[in-house]
């Protein structure tokens, strides 16, 4: 999906290649790509270990839809098994590729990856490659959480010590920051996906249905609360959706509650809060006084899971607040520290970016 053109193109770009969806953002145009970060592989190809991705993002759905006996949905997280990495690096080029020919960005631009701190030198290497030859004249590495926390401009909070909880596709950031110097970070295994899986699970064992993970988390996303308030009800108590009947194998319609979906949804829920609680357990203690004081904010896709922040604020016993506009929090804020890179001299790169290039 491409925002509006710009007047004039761009030079000056940050990067969020997530697990969920990729973003490119850029202080002068707004969010520019925002396209999922799948692929679509050919079955056969993949079976015999061939390089089989054939397109990415949108253009991955088109071609799945179009062929679904011969295309599958790949995320770009996935290793290839004709390489033995990860396919960030080929997506990231062919979104460049799309993005340059639709005349979005300049040539020689300059950007900055917003990338997690598991990425290995290799992935990164590749990914650095892969914007040279895209077209990128200066290539900035910023820390994933650094970028989030900026992004939820966790900076202007009013109050010292801050603590943001990042909540994305495959896993959740905890941050905690002391005079606006990042001071612990955990990377917990749980995040989004884990809530898709377990509603594609509970359909199945419940109702015999079997849903692909692209409909449990639309379902997620239509009527999936994190509690079930009398006062403030879900957006719709129920949903209709189509899947397979385990038994007769015939596709069929079916309609599910809100209040279903919930209790499919809670155990992974109860094991993203748990998690949650636990790392802030481990707060050291000016982090955690602050905590209960003022409370965490929420930002990430995670975050707007309805009534999720109350739900944690019950668990944690401290204020919880989502960020605004949380799905582009990391790419906006990756945004903002290239144009404060670009603003002072190279030299001063903080060590929260690695000039690369
Ligand atoms: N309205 C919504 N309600 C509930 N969950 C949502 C909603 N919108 C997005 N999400 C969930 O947010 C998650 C994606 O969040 P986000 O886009 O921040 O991830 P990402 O940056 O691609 O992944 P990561 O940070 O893990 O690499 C998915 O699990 C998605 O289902
Ligand atoms: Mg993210």
Known sequence: MFNSTPD?????????????????????????????????????????????????????????SGEPDRYV????????????????????????RKIRRNGLIASNFRTMLALPSGFGN???????????????????IA???????????????????PVLVDIGA????LCGYSAGELVFHRQLPIGGDALDQALKAGMQNEYDMLIHEGAAREIKHRIGAASLQEDQPAKAASCQLVG??????????FRVGSDTVHQMLLPSLNELLDSINEACMSLPAALGESL??????????????????DTLATALQAPVAATERPLTATVRGAAVMLQQTSARTH???SDTQKMVG
């Open 8 to 64: 004039t193109s761009t030079n000056h770009i940050a990067i969020d290649p997530g697990t969920s969806q990729t973003r490119m953002y850029a202080i002068d145009a707004g969010l520019l790509f925002n396209e999922p970060s799948l692929g679509a592989q050919d079955k056969n190809e993949a079976e015999s270990g061939t390089s089989a991705v054939k397109a990415w993002g949108e253009d991955a759905l088109e071609l799945v």
């Open 73 to 96: 949905l790949v995320r770009a997280s996935n290793i290839d098994p004709s390489t033995g990495n990860a396919m960030n690096a080929p997506m990231l080029r062919y979104f460049l």
């Open 122 to 140: 290799a992935e990164i290497d590749r990914l650095i490659n892969t914007c040279r030859v895209s077209g990128a004249s200066k290539i900035l």
């Open 143 to 161: 820390d994933r959480a650094a970028a989030s926390s900026i992004g939820a401009q966790i900076e202007r909070t009013n109050f010292d010590n």
């Open 170 to 173: 495959s896993g959740t950031e």
């Open 244 to 253: 397979r009947d385990a038994v007769s194998g015939r596709i069929r319609n």
């Open 292 to 309: 209960h004081r003022n409370g965490l904010r929420l930002t990430g896709g995670g975050a707007m899971l309805l009534h999720l922040a």
């Open 347 to 349: 030299s001063a790169a």
